[in-house]
T-cell receptor, first 112, second 115 residues
Framework: KQEVTQIPAALSVPEGENLVLNCSFTDSAIYNLQWFRQDPGKGLTSLLLIQSSQREQTSGRLNASLDKSSGRSTLYIAASQPGDSATYLCAVRIQGAQKLVFGQGTRLTINP | DARVTQTPRDKVTEMGQEVTMRCQPILGHNTVFWYRQTMKQGLELLAYFRNRAPLDDSGMPKDRFSAEMPDATLATLKIQPSEPRDSAVYFC?????????????FGSGTRLTVV
């Protein structure tokens, strides 16, 4: 059974810092991995999608990496801003299936 | 931007009442998911459909939950009778499979409160 773990559960940093969020998964047989952002009381917004054959994806100040063999992904946020405050979720799509398995998320707070 | 539309946005109901949540997936997407989010359990998969056929509903309490896709533009999730422990945010998501190269898109959710 695929399990996804995100560490830390919560993170608070001052504005302007670069930071890394971690995601690990137990079964490397994945189709892809997706990072989402969730604001309080809102839905999930897709940030980055990495296919199993890829090593990283970039969008603006965000960079996500994938090391399938070690079961790890990181989300790097450069020059953090208060508007980046949200919960960040990673989800893996299991190979041979359509469903996503989610981690519990990292609640990020950027302090002005 | 194409989006997944869920209604209602919020629902407060009394225990024992029937609740119906609706989802309009993105046009052209052939896979539809229902997830439930609680503080304790996080995001849990309840059921999903591909080409309107149910593929997996093992996450749903069968005695009270039912999920259907009457047509390609509408997915429904019903709870009858509702219980306080059903209080959660219910998300619908859609995507393309088996390709899935674009990932899945989530709706804004239905926040259900059963009192």
């Amino acid at each position: 059974k695929q399990e996804v773990t995100q560490i830390p559960a919560a993170l608070s940093v001052p504005e302007g810092e670069n930071l890394v969020l971690n995601c690990s998964f137990t079964d490397s047989a994945i189709y892809n991995l997706q990072w989402f952002r969730q604001d309080p009381g809102k839905g999930l917004t897709s940030l980055l999608l990495i296919q199993s054959s890829q090593r990283e994806q970039t969008s603006g100040r965000l960079n996500a990496s994938l090391d399938k063999s070690s079961g790890r992904s990181t989300l790097y946020i450069a020059a953090s801003q208060p508007g980046d405050s949200a919960t960040y979720l990673c989800a893996v799509r299991i190979q041979g299936a359509q469903k996503l398995v989610f981690g519990q998320g990292t609640r990020l707070t950027i302090n002005p | 931007d194409a989006r997944v539309t869920q209604t209602p946005r919020d629902k407060v109901t009394e225990m024992g009442q029937e609740v119906t949540m609706r989802c309009q997936p993105i046009l052209g997407h052939n896979t539809v998911f229902w997830y439930r989010q609680t503080m304790k359990q996080g995001l849990e998969l309840l059921a999903y459909f591909r080409n309107r056929a149910p593929l997996d509903d093992s996450g749903m309490p069968k005695d009270r939950f039912s999920a259907e896709m009457p047509d390609a533009t509408l997915a429904t999730l019903k709870i009858q009778p509702s219980e306080p422990r059903d209080s959660a945010v219910y998300f619908c998501a859609s995507g393309l499979s088996p390709k899935g190269i674009y990932g899945y898109t989530f709706g804004s959710g239905t926040r259900l409160t059963v009192v």
